[in-house]
């Protein structure tokens, strides 16, 4: 990328969008019973963790979607000129609950955009923070920092960065078997066009992966669910996650978990062992 291609993404620092909504019973319905969790949710009902990325979705005209299936570049966030797309990561702070019928505002603020180079070429980070308050209140009761990273297009030969074993035993586990029923689900509960989450010919044949792509963010709400049937009555203060290597449909996946105290170490092995996600909670 080209020094004045760097500066003109770094003019989309410091740009913000507001939203807001009303939480709504049938979303979180809705991931439940796409999760298998036995929960009913009513007006009052606690939001659980990361649940509120079923909300404030990205409702984009059909005539702005891109090949890909996301928006077309630009907007809010900025116009990154590489074509793969990638949740990377994301922290959290869980302030005051968020609970089915409140009013949320939601503040969305580009906080850095930072190219780089890597294994596969150019790189381009993005860190979008979120405060999400109820409608009148003075402070947020969630704070969201969301990592994206833009990546060069697969070539041939390029070589996969080797994985990272997992660790081998974990007290708490969990075995998922994401199909492509699951992801298309969540895809759409999230309203996320990306051609990756359900398109396979597309995603082998242009994108260059093996199979259908779990979502990073599904990926961490399967964390979370771990350390929910572990301790239920546990409250989250705050929570961190990074994606270390992608997953893929039709291949089982197991949560594992690793409490210390207040503190639970998590983490998401694939089908070959190796480490996919790694996550920290703390609880409050």
Not at 21 to 45: I, K, Q
Not at 93 to 120: M, N, Y
Request: net charge neutral.
């Amino acid at each position: 990328m080209s020094e004045q291609g760097a500066l003109d993404l770094a003019a989309w620092t410091g740009r913000t969008q507001t939203l807001r909504e009303t939480l709504a019973p049938v979303p979180a319905h809705a991931l439940a019973a796409t999760l298998g969790r036995a929960t009913a949710f009513d007006l009052g009902s606690t939001l659980p963790p990361l649940w509120h990325w079923l909300y404030f979705l990205p409702l984009t005209p059909a005539g702005e979607i891109g090949h890909d299936g996301h928006a077309r570049r630009g907007g809010f966030l900025p116009p990154v000129p590489l074509p793969r797309r990638m949740w990377a990561g994301g922290r959290f702070e869980f302030r005051l609950p968020l609970a089915i019928g409140d009013e949320v505002v939601k503040v969305s603020t580009i906080e850095k955009v930072e190219p780089k180079a890597g294994r596969s070429g150019a790189l381009v980070f993005v860190t979008v923070r979120h405060e999400l308050a109820r409608a009148g209140a003075a402070a947020p009761a969630l704070v969201e920092w969301h990592d994206i990273v833009y990546r060069e297009a697969a070539r041939p030969g390029d070589a996969a960065a080797p994985p990272q074993p997992a660790p081998p035993h974990a007290p708490w586990q969990r075995i998922w078997h994401p199909d492509e029923v699951l992801l298309f689900r969540y895809s759409a509960l999230t309203f996320n066009g990306h051609r990756i989450h359900y398109d396979r010919r597309y995603v082998t044949e242009v994108e260059g992966y093996p199979g259908l792509v779990v979502h990073g963010p599904l990926i961490a709400t399967l964390l979370l669910e771990l350390l929910h049937e572990q301790q239920p009555d546990a409250r989250l203060a705050r929570f961190e996650f990074k994606a270390l290597r992608p997953c893929f449909d039709n291949r089982p996946l197991l949560a594992c978990g690793q409490p210390d105290g207040e503190r639970v170490a998590l983490w998401a092995r694939d089908a070959d062992g190796a480490l996919a996600m790694q996550a920290k909670a703390e609880l409050a």
